[in-house]
């Protein structure tokens, strides 16, 4: 397998869209929920497309896979979102082979996250390639990539301080309220969906806030009781939902559904209301605005919030850039070695025919031959060629596609590789 190589001429891709080009409308065009998600993996399989995983966050969407031409990617991504092609270019990135593959070490160590350090995307990428697995959708290379990707984000969490201090899209919006709500251990803050923002943001909100006012409304009643068991909370039905946003200072939303579950419509109260919209696709119609008194702050203006703990945190930068770095070349190595396998394989294939057909030759010659010692000798000598061919291969000073088709050529070898 050539270098970020699949099988049939294929290549290794990432195409996507995050936080950085694309914004909170947009990304929302192009999120996907769990059946979405399971879509597109099955007719990726329909198109013959052997290995990708698919990961959808509120910061970003994006598919790692082997493709011929990354329009089969972007086809499949825009086949089963509300997204289009020509939204798709304007706002989108696609990195092929070694580009690639930094990528997703960038992605999955925290240093390209919208809040720097935040290390949610791992668990997603982990998830996903445990999905097309179970699918038959995740080749050696892709599962080893993820493998490495994780095993370089453990270490950056470890060995660095990037992801030290309360940081995240939950407490952000913690941090805005205090800032911006007067008194707010008194105030009525309603946490609409508890999803797993919706339980960060519930845990921040009760640790800064000091509020036991808090109302938590699910469209699943049992998961909202579950959270607000361990934080002695109320709990209300959902079909309460327009009767306790009349009754909040504050209303968070975090219902991770496909569109908007909070307009105008719902809200008459006439004292100040701020809402934050924690959720993408958007679940707060845009028209509560038209409401006075009605303030709606989004997940994207959240992110921008910096204090003191990011600007610490980018000093970490260089040393996760060395990790990253230091575990990409383990990858590559391992790359390399895949790249030759076949061949060194092959070889030693050969030369165990030689073995055998020369000491068929010598068994009939000599009377009182020692089959046992000539078996370990030769079976020696094959194992220190096929050691030197190896090491004469991992060896940067030699061209190793040059020296693996001298010896192909050499030997007559015919070797087989799977992506």
Known sequence: MNQNHGSRGTYFYAIGLSYKKADA???????????????????????????????????????YGFAEHPFQLIKLLCDNTKGTVDEFQQVAYVYKSSEAVSHMFRVGSGLDSQILGDFEIISQLKKSARVSKKLGLLNTFLERLVSMVTQASKRIKTETEISSGATSVSFASVHYILN????????????FGTGKIGRNTCENLVKHTKNEQITLINRTKDKAERIAGKFNLLVKDYANLQEEINNSDVLVVATGAQNPTVDKHLIQTKKPLLILDLSIPKNVHENVTELEGVSLIHLDHLSQITDETLEKRKTHIPVAETIIEDVKKEFNDWLETRKFAPTIKALKNKLLDFKSAELDVQRKKISDFNEAQAELISNNIIQKITNHFAHHLKDEDFSTNESLELIKKVFQLETSSNA
């Open 25 to 63: 409308e947009i990304r929302g065009h192009f999120s996907l929920d769990e059946e979405s998600k399971l879509n597109l993996l099955n007719q990726a399989k329909e198109n013959g497309i052997d290995s990708l995983i698919v990961t959808s966050t509120c910061n970003r969407t994006e598919i």
């Open 180 to 191: 911006n709500v007067p008194e707010v251990s008194n105030k009525n803050i309603l946490l």
